[in-house]
């Protein structure tokens, strides 16, 4: 570390201090006034002027929130979904990646074809919805979990990372007696943990978030997840007509609590889970994608 710096490298260092900072406050401060409104009065939250904390705090949204049967369920079905996305999907493309990293599989280079040649067609969305209908996944919850086992770039990650492994250790194993499966799970495992949390990272935020699926391929309402139930109830809120403060209802004027409040709470309700997990989860999520994206 050079502790005698130039005065242009001082102010260069000043500035990008400075000039980051305010590129952190820009993207930090809409969460923030989320969090705020969230726990603001959504009557006074209307007058506006509430940008940096509550002025009347409450937590009858929260309350109101979770009083939603609707919206109860709605997390249970996301908490499920993302839960067996992340086993299964990391379980298959664990699976999948240590077979195809091994050089002396037969058809080895017509698989690895096979799957990077998938990826470059699609049906559309209306085969694809047809396709759903048939295997009868469309008024199921399954249709959340099994679609999306295998991704192309998960399985080429993992993949890639296995293959930095040196073959010697698997070799000295089979000496042993070791299987495939014990080599994989007790060998392979430990060692690529780094590339098996960003997969489950990047799994289990696209679960979470996943409300195009529920949207569009879904029938049955009463299993959509949250991330849904949030788009529709925006579109629901954005869709309504604003009420004049003099023709309110004198029921509604008693509420603390407004369809727009509501929506800041359950936007961090919905944020909050991936806000908490990714911070255990970051140093693997690093590593894990500098060392597949750069050996091998």
Known sequence: MNLFRTTSQKVFQVFNYIFLSLIGLVCFYPFWYVLVASFNSGRDFTKGGVYFWPRVFTTANYEMAFQDKQIVTSLIISVSRTVLGVVLGVALTCLLAYALCIKTLPGRTFFNFFFYFTTIFGGGMIPYYMTLRDLG?????????????????????????LATIPTELRESAQIDGAGELRILFQIYFPLAMPVIATVALYIGVGQWNDWFTAAYYQSD???????TLLQRKLNEAMSQTTTKPGQENPM???????????????????????????????KYYVKGVMVGSVKG
């Open 137 to 161: 996944l469309t008024d199921s919850f399954w249709l959340y979990v099994i679609p999306s086992l295998y991704n192309f770039f998960n399985f080429l990650l993992v993949r890639t990372y």
């Open 221 to 227: 309402t009463d299993l959509y997840p949250a991330a």
């Open 252 to 282: 509604e004027q008693l509420r603390t609590y407004t369809p727009q409040s509501l929506q800041m709470a359950f936007v961090m309700i919905l944020t909050m889970p991936i806000i908490v997990v990714y911070p255990f989860l970051q």
